[in-house]
């Protein structure tokens, strides 16, 4: 028993599960970032490309 409890005082002591969390987030806005920043170029280089195909 007193192994049992000395296990989940260590768990709970433990801060792998914040840091987890924390790159968690810090991947999620990463991500988030990259998506708006590729959709954006995308945007402007269809816009591009469409005035282009336009002047021909």
Do not use: H, W
Request: net charge positive.
């Amino acid at each position: 028993m007193k192994t049992l409890i000395g296990g989940i005082k260590a768990f709970l002591a433990s801060e792998d599960g914040p840091t987890a969390v924390e790159y968690a987030v810090m991947l999620a806005l990463i991500i988030v970032v990259c998506i708006g920043t590729v959709t954006t170029i995308g945007t402007k280089a269809n816009a591009k490309f469409q005035s282009a195909a336009s002047r021909l």
